[in-house]
């Protein structure tokens, strides 16, 4: 049995449940490092960074999440934020804190606000 054509296949769906897990992962050992666990950061921020744009690559293939819209241009950010961690330590816990609360702010908003597109 095929799948509607609106719905991508079941592996794909599995791939996006084995990336969210990986990136779930990646953020739990990026803020353990952070808070003193003796671990290189750049292990957790490298993994939360590859897992987040595997992410951002199958939402944005199965037409989840556009690129142009706040949720898709929060995402951006948020990598952009995980790839700055990874450089620059000393603002890492910062970037940390405030990342964790954007991302539950703009995935748990109204469809409408993380949909929303400026100009339209």
Same mark, same amino acid.
Request: with cysteine; glycine share 10%; charged share 15%.
């Given at each position: 049995?095929?799948?509607?054509? &609106?719905?991508?296949?079941?592996?794909?769906?599995?791939?996006?449940?084995?990336?969210?897990?990986?990136? $779930? =992962?990646?953020?739990? $050992?990026?803020?353990?490092?952070?808070?003193?666990?003796?671990? &290189?950061?750049?292990?957790? =921020?490298?993994?939360?960074?590859?897992?987040?744009?595997?992410?951002?690559?199958? !939402?944005?293939? &199965?037409?989840?999440?556009?690129?142009? !819209?706040?949720?898709? *241009?929060? =995402?951006?950010?948020?990598? *952009?934020?995980?790839?700055?961690? =990874?450089? &620059?330590?000393?603002?890492?816990?910062?970037?940390?804190?405030?990342?964790?609360?954007?991302?539950?702010?703009?995935?748990?908003?109204?469809?409408?606000?993380?949909?929303?597109?400026?100009?339209?």
């Amino acid at each position: 049995m095929t799948p509607p054509a &609106d719905k991508p296949a079941a592996w794909r769906r599995w791939l996006g449940i084995g990336l969210r897990c990986a990136h $779930l =992962a990646g953020v739990v $050992l990026l803020g353990a490092t952070l808070h003193g666990a003796p671990l &290189d950061l750049r292990i957790g =921020a490298v993994s939360t960074l590859l897992s987040g744009a595997g992410l951002l690559a199958v !939402e944005w293939a &199965d037409a989840r999440i556009r690129l142009t !819209e706040l949720a898709g *241009a929060v =995402a951006w950010l948020k990598l *952009a934020a995980v790839a700055w961690m =990874a450089l &620059d330590s000393s603002s890492a816990l910062a970037l940390f804190w405030l990342l964790l609360m954007v991302s539950g702010l703009v995935s748990h908003a109204p469809r409408r606000l993380r949909h929303w597109r400026p100009g339209r």
